[in-house]
């Protein structure tokens, strides 16, 4: 059985940090690109991130040089640090393995101005 657990979300003042999680479980992880996605009231989901079995990184333009994503392949756990944070990025965001359809549960991620 599948499993993405992603830490909870939180609220955070516009120009601060915060960091998401997602735990991986029922997948050999080191071997499947993890991604980050993102839902704004609204909007279509939209690709935030994604980070490559090997570690390459691929961002969305407006993440850029802010966000970065990490994984922790001996504890099958993708991360997301986010800095320097707008109120555009208030979103539901979501870990989902790329090779697979498999996705986390979604995290509410609020940037108050």
């Known amino acids: 059985q599948v499993q993405l657990v992603a830490s909870r979300g939180g609220l955070v003042q516009a120009g601060g940090p915060l960091s998401l999680s997602c735990a991986v479980s029922?997948?050999?992880?080191?071997?499947?690109?993890m991604a980050w996605f993102r839902q704004a009231p609204g909007k279509q989901r939209e690709l935030v991130a994604t980070i490559a079995r090997g570690g390459a990184t691929n961002y969305a333009g407006s993440v850029e040089g802010r966000f970065t994503i990490s994984r922790d392949n001996a504890k099958y756990t993708v991360y997301m640090q986010m800095n320097n944070l707008k109120p555009e990025d208030t979103a539901v965001y979501y870990c989902?393995?790329?090779?697979?359809?498999?996705w986390g549960q979604g995290t509410q991620v609020t940037v108050s101005s």
């Open positions: 989902k393995t790329v090779t697979f359809d498999y």
């Open positions: 029922g997948l050999m992880f080191s071997n499947i690109a």
